[in-house]
């Protein structure tokens, strides 16, 4: 069994910052990619940031220059560093994991952008 725990989300103004962090624990086989997603309010959920077992990171255009996705030393650890951030940016944060044949998904983490 693997678990997916987030933590970090909050409220924050325009222009702020979060740190997002998330765990895995359980019999977990060697990681492919850890991913962050994220899902607003009547839309589909959307592939944020990736960081592959290689160390290469991938971002979607909207979080480009603003967010920073990395792992920790310990490989089970992801976290996505938020900064300059916009109402744009209001969902509900999931962090995932992909091995070769499995994936898991976090309860997700609720991050609210306004004034």
């Known amino acids: 069994q693997v678990q997916l725990v987030e933590s970090g989300g909050g409220s924050v103004q325009p222009g702020g910052s979060l740190r997002l962090s998330c765990v895995a624990s359980?019999?977990?086989?060697?990681?492919?990619?850890m991913n962050w997603f994220r899902q607003a309010p009547g839309k589909q959920r959307e592939l944020v940031a990736t960081?592959?077992?290689?160390?290469?990171?991938n971002y979607t255009d909207s979080v480009k220059g603003r967010f920073t996705i990395s792992r920790g030393n310990a490989k089970n650890w992801v976290y996505l560093q938020m900064n300059s951030l916009k109402p744009e940016d209001t969902a509900v944060y999931y962090c995932?994991?992909?091995?070769?044949?499995?994936?898991?998904w976090g309860p997700g983490t609720q991050v609210t952008v306004s004034s």
């Open positions: 995932n994991i992909e091995e070769w044949t499995r994936m898991f």
């Open positions: 359980g019999n977990l086989n060697t990681i492919y990619a």
């Open positions: 960081i592959t077992h290689t160390g290469r990171t």
